[in-house]
């Protein structure tokens, strides 16, 4: 038996998220796990870091597989790669500790959110950023974002009806950057997210961007331990998981 | 009657090039006439600067529509945008001089060539540019790209069957940019482009590049004015209409 570490990329437009869902739904997890059943012979489970949702993306996705085959990881991973469609490839496939799992172990995560911020929508950036046509205070945003950098409550930014333990988590970086006119990009780093979390905190993040609320407002949103005073939720497809580290 | 000059941007991946074909195959000039034509309630015609192939993009395609509507510039603009799908979008739309023509006013067209030069295929950069995975000699496809700047014959690099009138073209600039592991592009730019001229002159930078041919087998291969004497076509989603000058 051995435990591997599966690093994936993917396009999340046509995937209805990572996690197997109804038969017929395209999920990252279903497509994985059929090519693993068809090389294997035999059902494979995968457990996911992060359970990306509809149409967010991945750059460094973690996956844990539990393998009995007697093929060997640069096999098994060409092999793979040679199965799956091409908005979805394994881009590291290496051995990991006994009882490695991509959930439980994951010790950090970063995450990308990209604003197309112009007065027109841009078909060449639609697949992977958010259209905002009103120009955005960055400023405003960078500083709002610092407020939300350390160990909070972020019950906040949680989408309701998904609270399971705690909701304390420590963000260790949260950048706006760029400029109206342009992409700007939000980049978080921290141990843990709970479900929605960055789309929920982009949305606050736009409204001070807009100028609806003033930065330290994202204080009073995270004191709040309330969804209902964060902004809506930003759409899934600026999203991208960048990296998970162990 | 008022002559109109649109500068488009699209995503060419699921259009079946810019020409209007068969009723059912869907173009970028079929979508926008018949937005065109839902907006106007009269049939129009738009002439565009570049007949682009099917997957190819474009930042700034331009195209010229002759119209006889009380609508002004800015309506139709903001109109038309609202009709058109998520992979086409008119970025520019304005009056032009009595009598405006796309294509034969052009005087000087960018392309861009995308290859992403790694061991692995990226589903994140699939639709925009061409896997090669052997490491590419950039110096020498540089190398190579500068002996098709100036005016020449371009035969070579002219899909056969397609000759109609000269095929002297002049190239202001070729540039090859970028290293192995990363992105490539070749960026050019002329007065004008033969039938698939660019997918065939990055067919001869890649033998370039991956050492099959050196850099100055590209004088042989133009003068020798003969279509077998260059590389095959690369394929048409890495390429990119980026701009026309009038």
């Known amino acids: 038996v051995a435990d591997l570490r599966l690093t994936l990329e993917y396009d999340g437009t046509d995937f209805q998220g990572w996690q197997r869902q109804a038969e017929g739904t ?21 457990v996911g870091a992060g359970r990306t949702d509809a149409g967010v993306h991945a750059e460094g996705q973690v996956a844990s597989l539990r393998l009995d085959a007697s093929l060997g ?45 112009a007065p027109l929508r841009s078909p060449l950036r639609a697949r992977f950023s958010h259209h905002v ?25 949680q989408t309701a009806g998904s609270e399971v333990g705690s909701s304390v988590r420590t963000l260790y970086r949260a950048e706006v950057l760029g400029r109206p006119g342009d992409e700007i990009r939000l980049e978080v780093e921290g141990d843990g997210f709970l479900r929605h979390m960055v789309r929920n905190l982009v949305g606050s993040l736009l409204r001070v961007g807009l100028g609806r609320a003033a930065p330290d407002s994202l ?28």
Do not use: C
Request: proline letters at 7%; a positive charge.
């Open 133 to 157: 046509a009103s120009p955005l205070d960055v400023a405003a945003m960078a500083a709002a974002a610092r407020l939300a950098v350390g160990t909070h409550d972020f019950r906040s930014f």
């Open 26 to 46: 395209r999920t990252v997890q279903q497509t994985l796990e059929e090519a693993l059943g068809r090389l294997l012979g035999t059902p494979s489970t995968v």
């Open 73 to 117: 990881p640069a096999e098994l991973w060409r092999a793979l790669n040679a199965l799956l469609p091409p908005d979805l490839a394994v881009v590291d496939l290496a051995a990991a500790p006994p009882g490695f799992h991509a959930r439980r172990d994951a010790r950090r995560k970063t995450y990308r959110y990209r604003i197309w911020n």
């Open 219 to 246: 204080a009073a949103v995270l004191a709040a331990r309330d969804r209902a005073s964060a902004g809506a939720a930003a759409p899934g497809h600026g999203l991208t998981l960048v990296r998970v580290d162990y």
